[in-house]
Each structure stands twice: as C-alpha cells, then as structure tokens.
C-alpha cells in the first residue's frame, strides 16, 4: 500500500490536474442532465381507458369490462387487475411485478385486447397507456377573457397556442380542457316532416350528398395540367339552408322548409373555471426522460412570444407548475449541500487548527461530487429530489476517508517526521482500513436491488449516487489527499490544544474502568438494547414522509343526478372561499372530468389550488380549513383533498387512498351495506378525514323501453325506433362543414326545447317512413324514470367496494391500529371478506422487504469484517457495536417525533455501513499495535483509543454536521430526506461512545486471555 501513496506523491502535479479537469467536466454536464422531482421510471402498470358511450353500467360491465378483464389475467407477469365501471366507461388497472419488462408487458397487453376487440360490441373506443413518472402533466394554464365567450377561448388555445406550444422538444401533448365546440343544428320541425311524409333519413342523406368534394379527372389543357375537382361543399350557413331534401312534384323541398339551421355548441357536460371566471384550461405533458425545467423555459419563453398574437383581453394565468416545486425541492438540497459542507468545514477547523490542511480535507467534497455528476450522466440518470438527497447524505461521509488521511499524516508531523515520509508513511498504513470501511459503506446497499415498489425507485436513485460519491471520496482520498498534502501542508508546529487532551483523558480514564469492571459493559448493552426497544415502541409509524408541495388537490362529488349548473352553484361558495385564503395564488375548476381523468360524472371534477411561494400556512392547515368550510358551508358535497405529487406516487404505486379497506363478496347489497357501516364507524376515528363509503350512485335514467309487440305489429324492427328516438333527442351527425382549420359539424335534430320534460317526450311524433306512418313515442314505447346505478369495482375479477380516507394529524401505524380494533367489532355477513389495503399495505411490503436488506447488508458488512480482521471473536464485537447505535436511531425518532417510515429506515441501513468504520479504525490500530509494539491487549487499546479518537470524533461529527441541513428541513420537498437525516445524526452520536468505549471493552472481553507476539499469533493466555 505504500507503493500507491509513493506514486500519488511522485505523480501529484498530473493527479492534481486529472482532478481539477474531471471537476470541470462535471460541472458542465451539471446543466445537460435533466432535472424532476422524482428519478425517472417505469412502473408496472397499464391502464386501459374504456369508452361506450351512455352504455348502462351492467351492460359496461358484462359486454365490456369482463372480456377485458379475463383477457388482461392472462397477460404472463399480472399481479393484480382493478376495474372501477360507470355508465358508458371504465378504467381498467393492470399491475404487474416489479420485476417486469414494462415494453414487453405493454405489447402483450395490447395484443390480448386486439384479440377480443370483435368480441365487443360495436363502437367500444379503447385506449391503452403506460405509466412513467412523466405521465402526468408537469404545468397548466386558464385561458379567461371579460369580452371574448368560450367558444372563441377554445379557438384561441386550439389554433393559436397548442400548435406553438406542441412544436417545443420534449412535449409529449398538449391538452385542452372546456370551453365551447361550434356546431350547427338543423332543428327539425316535427310537424312538417309529418305532413310531408320526410324521414329523418332522407334529410341526413340528402345533406350528405349536397356537402360532396370529389376528384373527376385531370385535364391538359394547352400543356398545362389541370386537377379537376367537383367541389359542392358547403361555404356558410345559406348553403346548408338551400339544400334540396325533396321534391313534391316539380317543386323542391327545401331544407329551410322544414326546419331551422342555426349556429350553436355542442352540448358538452365538462365545464372549467379559474379565479371565479369561465375558462379553457391547457395542461402540458412531457417526454419521459426529458427535463421539465427547460421544457417549461421554453414554454414561458414561447408564450410570453405569442402576446401579439393573443387577443389582447386574453387573460393567460398559470394555475400549475411543477417545475416551480422541482426548482425549490433541488434548491433547497444543493443549500443542504453548500451548508454541510460549510459546518463540515468549520468541525475540521476547530479539530486540526490549520486552515490550509483543513482545506486540502475539505476539497474533498466539491471534487467528488463533481466528478459523481460524470457518472450520473453516464448512468443516464436525472437530478431529482433523491439523486441529490443521496449528495446532501454524503456530505459528512465524504471527507471521512479524507479526515483519516489528513490526520495520520497530521499525526506522523507531530511525531518529527519529514513532509514527505509523513505523507507516504501515513497514507500507506491507512490504506487497507480505509478500503475496508469503503467496502462495507457500500455493501449495504448492495441488497437495496431486492426493494420493489415507489421505495425502491426512489430509494434505489439516492443509494447509487451516494455509493458512487463514496466510491470517488475514497479514490481521491488515496490519490488526490495525499497529493495535495505533499504541496500545500504546513509543517509548522502548533501549540497543543486542551480540549483534545482533556477528552482523551476521560476516555483511557472510562477505559480502564471497563477493564477492571467488565459488567459494566454488560449493563451498557442491557441498557443499549432497553433504550431500542422502549423508543420503538413508543415511535410513530408511517410509509413515505410527507412534504408541503403548495399545491393542494379538492376532488368533490355533488349529489347524483346533480347536473353540471346544480354542480357548479354548490361549488361557488367554496370557490369564493378558496380565493379569499390569503395563502392561496390561484385556482382551476373542473366539473365533468378531473385533472388525473378524462371522463367523470357530471356531479364529480376537482379543484387545483396553488398557493403563493413562502406561504405562512402549510398546505395541510389550508386543505383543514377548506374541509372544515365544505363541512358546514355544503354538506351535500363529498370533499377529498390531497397535494398533487403524493396522489401521484400513491396513483403510479396501484394504492387507491391512504387507507383502503376492501370489501369482498358476491352479493353487491351485502358487500355496499357492509361499506357503508365500515365508512360511518371510520368517521369517528381521530384523523381519518375525506372518508368515501365507496360507492355512489349516477345519474337518474329515463328508461324508455320499445314495446316489441306494437313494433313487429307494424312492421317495424326496435332498432328503427330506438334510433328515431336517438335523432330527435340527441341528434346525427351526417355531415361536417369545413370553416379555416375547423370541420364544424352539422346535427340533425329535433329542437331541444320542444322535448325538455318527460311528458312532451311521451307525445313526440315519430314518423316512420318504412311504414309511412306518424306515432306519438308512447304508443310505441314504455317510458318511466328510474334511480341511477351504482359504480361497480372488480379487482381480479371479484366484486369489490374499496371504502377510502385521508389522514390528517396522525401517524400512519396510530391510525390504523384504531382501524383494526373497528374492523373487529364489525359483524360480516356470510360471504364477505374484508382486506387492508391503501399505504399500509404497501408499508407492512416495504418494511419486510427492508428488514432481508437490513439482514443481508449486517451479513455483507460482517463477510468484510472477516476478510479484515480474521477472526469471527473480533468481527463480532465489532457489528454488535455497530448494531448497537440502532438504539440511537430510534431514540432520536422518539425525541423528534419523526415517524419511523422508509426513509427513516433508509437512515437506519446506512448507520450500519457508516458506524462500522470507527470500529474499524479502532481494532485495525489495536491489532497493528500488538504485532508490532506490545503483546499486551489492554496497552494496544488504550493506544489505539489515544490515536484513533480524534480522527474517530472528526468523522463522526463531520458526519453529523454533515447530515445537520437536512435534518433541519429548511427547503421545499426537504422534508422527504428528514427522517433519513434524524436517523444518521441519532445513530452517529451513540456511535461515538460505542466506538470508543463498548467495542474495545468488548474486544478486551473476549481476548483478555490471549497474549500476542510481535508476529500477531497468541502465544498464551495471561492470567
């Protein structure tokens, strides 16, 4: 080993520059990785967007849904499928292993569905999608005006900003959302039509006809070559008016004759708003793998652009900014950084008390993580939340390696020796315990492949780059410390400092002690392992930390039946309270869809609220108080309020709320009574809010039922009527009018305000020209109202109801502690099962999972133990030392009252990797001591315990200091590495005292027997 520190001190002038050169690589390609909140990937799910029209829900679910579901179970790799049908549509779930190739998978599922689509009934429209972390959109916008109508508004978003907008690389979609669509209406007189003996039919063909564009030929002419076109299309209104739909002997019977043509919109039942204003809303949606923040750049750039193409009274506000989080979020961990590394600084300083072999430890930190950023890019990674959380993690254990360099050199210039014998002497004897505490830093998160789900892909991200930033720390601590120290280091003697004396005194002093009483160090163990056990039983629980994102999420179901108008009025108290939260910045509505669906119900739609940056309130007192609003302002309405970036990773991880309670069985009554009791018991449970019995009935039908006995007595197929009564109601489209950019379609119908009661539905005329005969609808047809179905949900193909709730002031593991004791007072009938589900389940997932890692990393770190030490005795002391500061991990979540969740166990795993190192250090001197100075066990400990404590301190306070930003949560998203940080810091604090107190009076226990030549082999046991 000495031969590697000899070449860097020879070499240091190339090493010097090899360092400084890769650090301005990585510095360039800082700006070319792409940046998001979350690490980039594929989860194993596939949704399918079914759509049937006004399909009834039975029909959605057996005609439809069910072929789609046994299709999809038989794709190799499902886990589980989920369906949730509403009349005329259903949202199908496939999730697969975690395992699996998502491309692969997406084929096959798109194979198996083009395998059954003739076995649909005609007119079933399927979309199928993959989910990545990019499949949601990353920005949106309102389009309001006081002049211009929304007809005109959905103009200017369609033709004047998608197509600018779209042209931006890395746009995936733009969408556009409300707003009016032209059309026109050849309203239909009933009356005429039955006096002239005209079908609908021979209107619609006639229009078909008379609207006709044609290619007839081609003519040269004078060696000019003409493309002949018969072009009979309609130009404006009058043309559609003067169309010739009959004749009555020599006279034509003109459209206008018969009806009235008039501009109108299509009836929609989708309606959006912003700031208290009709609006059409924009969502941008991006390229997996791109980066938003340079997408939504270019955005503003383009839209700020288009002001002079704009209408000028055009209001455009943004209502949606991912990147703004995105900004914040890797804002606030590169200050983590930047303040780490400065109070990581300040420790060294006070420690070795010269400012220039301070700097030369410190320089440590900005070289390796720039040269990491090398190898973020090679890896094809982006810097996100994670990616950066594992840098800030690697702060304090950055500049380990090169605190124990610096101080063994420190150590040898004290002792008289020249610089550079200093260097390669100190360097070179600390190589092979350096290596050691590299490997088993690293070995722990070798197991972390084996963590499936959102856990593994976020925690996965933070574990490569902080890995690969140790790897690089240890390469420059080697090579480039060394180097550095042989130009720069002072060899100027220094006054002794008294607190390093003092300390060490105390702790030969303490040593000794547990040399002479070695129960002791019994009782410290005993008391060590009492602390775990009394804090972990008194720790909150829960699955991922939760952030304040500042953007909040109000979903709201109205009353079934409620239309969008009913809606919208229920809504306009709690949109005018939304705007007088002087948190909030503004806020988009819609009504018939939602921002994660395409389709909803016309009594369902969602809120997104943003509010203002550095806003006083958190964004959970705000969606407290909007709760406590929609309480006592509108009972009728179902609240369920979120942040955006959560409910998405709940959403990418196939979770349907917080807390979910499945209930199984074949009888749909039973299964929804049970639901409901479950729901009402779960509203009395402190902090369980938003709660959702599952299921909701949709709008009241009118039924209206052919009688097939009057039908078939004239002749007449059920067919023929049902699609008169279609016409008249809703309206053809037979033909399209071109208008510029638009095709407008033109609706044949009946006016919609001759049929806007039941009763006026019963009396209408229908003329069937197949018979040449006119009918009131009654005689043909029963018609009555009925009450709406309920949704129907099926996972694997089993009915299920999935009762859901929020959590608000409590931890995950109190709550559903309290859900259990209710669920056990609950009486199931026969046939119904009940399960957990919700981020329990994917918590009770995770934990197993981290428990193997945990196990198989503390049987990894003692794999390099033995390789270092030899002996299973020494290894032994050392992990059980180790494991020990477990105790401090937990004590510090109790203190704080952090829940233990994944990314507190997360710190928990890497206390194992880190604290070992001390340990290491410690023994590794010990035992060098016994080959070389002394054959005595206690006189190598308490040298080892004199030289080794204040590279031992530097470290492990670097490290805390190191960890301190973070822990502080001083940034937006930064509390998702807090517990993480609360972890290290408890677990790095016992560890001091464990690596200079309980492992060498344990190392001293189990070899106080055996004496040790200069050689290292045991000669004899002394009494």
């Not at 049937?52 to 179970?73: N, Q």
């Not at 990314?903 to 604290?915: E, L, Q, R, T, Y």
């Not at 410690?922 to 054959?935: G, H, N, P, S, V």
Request: overall charge positive; aromatic content about 8%; some cysteine.
């Amino acid at each position: 080993m000495k031969k590697l520190s000899q070449f860097a001190v020879e070499n240091k002038r190339a090493i010097i520059f090899m360092a400084l050169l890769l650090s301005i690589i990585g510095g360039y390609l800082i700006y070319r990785i792409p940046e998001g909140v979350f690490p980039d990937a594929t989860f194993p799910r596939v949704a399918i967007y079914v759509d049937y029209g006004l399909a009834p829900i039975k029909e959605m679910e057996m005609e439809v849904v069910k072929p789609i579901e046994e299709a999809a179970m038989m794709v190799e790799g499902v886990r589980t499928v989920r369906s949730n049908i509403s009349r005329g549509s259903a949202d199908i779930d496939i999730d697969f292993q975690w395992d699996q190739d998502m491309f692969r998978a997406y084929q096959l599922v798109q194979a198996q569905i083009s395998g059954i689509q003739n076995k649909l009934p005609p007119g079933v429209s399927i979309e199928i999608r993959r989910f990545t972390t990019s499949t949601y959109p990353v920005a949106g916008y309102a389009l309001t005006s006081d002049k211009l109508d929304l007809l005109q508004l959905r103009d200017v978003a369609i033709f004047t900003i998608r197509p600018q907008l779209a042209s931006i690389p890395g746009i995936y979609n733009i969408e556009v959302m409300g707003g009016h669509q032209r059309e026109y209406w050849v309203n239909l007189n009933p009356d005429k039509l039955v006096a002239l003996q005209l079908d609908y039919k021979t209107i619609e063909k006639a229009l078909q006809n008379a609207n006709n564009l044609q290619f007839v030929g081609r003519l040269n002419e004078a060696n000019k070559l003409y493309l002949n076109i018969a072009d009979n299309r309609f130009l404006k209104i009058d043309d559609i008016k003067k169309t010739i739909v009959s004749r009555k002997g020599e006279t034509p019977v003109y459209l206008s004759d018969i009806a009235t043509v008039e501009p109108a919109v299509k009836e929609t039942f989708i309606a959006c708003e912003s700031n208290l204003k009709p609006a059409v809303l924009i969502t941008v949606i991006k390229q997996p793998g791109t980066n938003a923040v340079t997408i939504m750049n270019e955005v503003e750039k383009r839209l700020a652009g288009m002001s002079n193409v704009i209408p000028q009274d055009v209001q455009v506000t943004k209502w949606y900014d991912m990147t703004d989080f995105i900004k914040s979020a890797i804002g606030s961990v590169r200050d983590a950084i930047f303040l780490g590394a400065l109070l990581t600084f300040i420790i060294l300083l006070l420690f070795l008390k010269r400012l220039r072999i301070t700097l030369i430890t410190v320089m440590i930190i900005p070289v390796a993580l720039l040269i990491t950023f090398i190898f973020i890019k090679l890896l094809g990674m982006n810097l996100n939340l994670m990616s950066l959380g594992g840098l800030a993690a690697a702060i304090g254990i950055l500049v380990d390696n090169a605190i124990v360099v610096v101080e063994n050199i420190e150590r040898y210039l004290e002792e008289g020796f020249l610089k550079k014998e200093a260097v390669v002497k100190a360097t070179g004897e600390i190589i092979p315990p350096l290596l050691g505490a590299t490997l088993t830093t690293l070995v722990v998160f070798v197991p972390l492949v084996f963590l499936t789900g959102v856990p593994g892909i976020f925690f996965r991200a933070l574990a490569s780059t902080l890995a690969i930033a140790v790897v690089v720390s240890m390469v420059l601590a080697v090579f480039l410390t060394p180097a550095l120290a042989a130009v720069f280091i002072s060899t100027k003697k220094k006054k002794p400092g008294r607190v390093m004396p003092a300390l060490v005194k105390v702790q030969q002093k303490t040593l000794k002690g547990l040399f002479r009483f070695p129960l002791i160090t019994f009782l410290m163990i005993i008391i060590l392992g009492g602390i775990a056990i009394w804090s972990y039983l008194r720790i909150p629980s829960g699955f991922l930390p939760e952030w304040d994102e500042g953007t909040i999420v109000h979903d709201y179901l109205a009353p079934p039946g409620s239309s969008i108008e009913g809606t919208k009025s229920m809504l306009k108290s709690i949109a005018e309270f939304i705007m007088t939260i002087p948190d909030v910045e503004s806020y988009s509505l819609r009504t018939g869809r939602s921002l994660a669906h395409p389709r909803t119900h016309a009594n369902d739609g969602d809120f997104v609220i943003n509010l203002k940056k550095g806003h006083k309130k958190s964004s959970f007192e705000i969606m407290d108080e909007i709760r406590e609003f929609d309480k006592t302002h509108e009972p009728r309405l179902k609240p369920e309020l979120f942040q955006v970036l959560p409910d998405r990773l709940k959403d990418l991880g196939g979770e349907i709320a917080p807390i979910t309670i499945k209930v199984f069985g074949k009888n749909i009554m039973l299964i929804q009574e049970t639901a409901r009791q479950i729901a009402d018991s779960l509203e009395k449970i402190r902090g369980a809010v938003d709660v959702y019995k599952g299921f909701a009935r949709s709008e009241p039908e009118l039924i209206i039922r052919v009688k097939e006995e009057a039908a078939t007595r004239y002749g007449l197929s059920i067919k023929e009527v049902s699609d008169a009564v279609n016409m008249a109601l809703w309206g053809d489209v037979p033909t399209q009018m071109m208008e510029g950019l638009k095709m407008i379609p033109v609706r044949v119908r009946f006016p919609k305000q001759d049929f806007n009661h039941v009763e006026k539905i019963r009396k209408m005329p229908v003329y069937l020209a197949t018979i040449n005969r006119v009918f009131q609808l009654d005689e043909l047809a029963e018609i009555k109202k009925v009450p709406g179905k309920t949704d129907i949900n099926h996972e694997n193909l089993s009915q299920v109801v999935n009762v859901k709730a929020h959590i608000s002031g409590r931890d995950l593991g109190g709550i559903i502690g309290d859900v259990k004791h209710m669920l056990a007072g609950i009486h199931l009938p026969p046939g119904v099962t009940l399960e957990i589900g919700g981020q329990y389940k994917s918590q009770q997932q995770a934990f197993k999972e981290l428990i193997l890692i945990l196990v198989f990393g503390v049987l990894l770190v003692f794999s390099i133990l033995l390789f270092e030490f030899r002996s299973f005795r020494t290894s032994t002391v050392i992990l059980l030392g180790t494991i020990l500061s477990v105790s401090g991990v937990f004590l510090m979540l109790w203190i704080t009252r952090i829940p233990l969740d994944i990314s507190a166990f997360m710190g928990m795993i890497m206390i194992v990797g880190v604290v070992v190192n001390n340990g290491i250090l410690l023994i590794d001197y010990a035992e060098k001591y016994l080959r070389e100075k002394t054959t005595n066990v206690k006189d190598a400990l308490l040298m080892a315990g004199r030289v080794r404590m204040r590279p031992i301190l530097m470290t492990t306070l670097a490290t805390i200091f190191g960890f301190l930003p973070l822990a502080l949560a001083l940034g937006e998203g930064s509390e998702m590495l807090q517990p993480l940080a609360i972890s290290m810091i408890g677990g790095m604090t016992v560890s001091m005292f464990l690596s200079l107190l309980l492992i060498p009076g344990l190392y001293w226990l189990v070899n106080k027997r055996k004496t040790f030549r200069r050689s290292g082999t045991v000669i004899g046991e002394s009494g």
